[in-house]
């Protein structure tokens, strides 16, 4: 499972600790530790602390915490990579696996919110609200902005892009335009390793339906719209079709999760219409299928969304304002 900033350091600090690398009276300052480990000072601060009440470090009357429970003498000194070296590896707090650790809940509430109309988002309270720092909330919202759920508005402040049937359309007639090119490309260079891998859980889950969970339907999605057509090799329209992401997000955070999964398998057979041309070396009937299907998907998805706005219920975290 990916950690937390706090979690990473916490693991390493106190592993420096048990292990002797970090000696007993050793003073530890907030300043050294972040500047080594490349994090603010705000989870330092809160691993220093946790340490502190498991009685790893403790306090006194200088700056910091010293090692130990009670050390005998003060050690100053400052901190290095090679104290925190384990079998010739220095162990990094990766700052992208701790953002990545929030991505789902925030980009739950959000899409749901974005269905149900404007909103508004305050990056401080984001912050508090997950208890990272301000570094951590930053990437997380240039992720979302990326994907077309949120847009800069002043410093502090993000708006949710509502998801209205206008957009809806929009975003659909968009991947229409650009995922059967894509594939008619991608239908040359796909690997036959992937092909097969995709077709055989398109198989396995429509022989499970309805006992499957909505992740699987999401990586089921993504396999097509996603990896397929990332093999078309054009990264300014992959570019391009970031933006249409909040299509597939619909599915994922309402099936399974908020709606109960639909009776019949919900696209199973078109994804594998596809995917047969493909192994066929059909380039042209690839597109046209996927065209057909994102035809279809638009009334279905469309569907869902009036159903969940007029019906469905959520509840609006500290950090957004309608």
Known sequence: MTQTLRDQLYTALKQGIVGKRLEPGLVLLEGNIAELFGISRSPVRQT?????????ICRFEGRGYLVGASPQEIVRRPLSEGDFKQRGYAPKVDR?????????????AIVLCSIKGAFELNELNLSKSLNVSRTVTHQILLYLQSIGLVEKIKYNSWSVVPLDNQRLHNLYEARRQLEPYMIARATKHIPESTLNSCIIKLEHAAESYPDIKGELLDELENDLHHTAVSLGDNQEVMNMLRRT?????????????????????????EHLWVFEKIRLK?????GKLLMT??????????????????????????????
């Open 48 to 56: 220093l602390s946790r340490l502190h009440e498991e009685q790893y």
């Open 96 to 108: 992208i696996a701790s953002w990545r650790t929030h991505i789902d809940s925030v980009e739950h």
């Open 245 to 269: 992401h909040p299509i597939l997000l619909v599915s994922k955070h309402l099936l399974g999760r908020v709606l109960k999964l639909p009776d019949q398998a919900p696209f199973f057979d």
């Open 282 to 286: 059909q380039p042209a009937q690839a």
């Open 293 to 322: 299907h994102l035809e279809r998907s638009e009334s279905t998805v469309l569907d869902r969304l009036i159903n969940f706005r007029d019906s469905g219920d959520i509840e609006i975290p500290s950090y957004l304002r309608g």
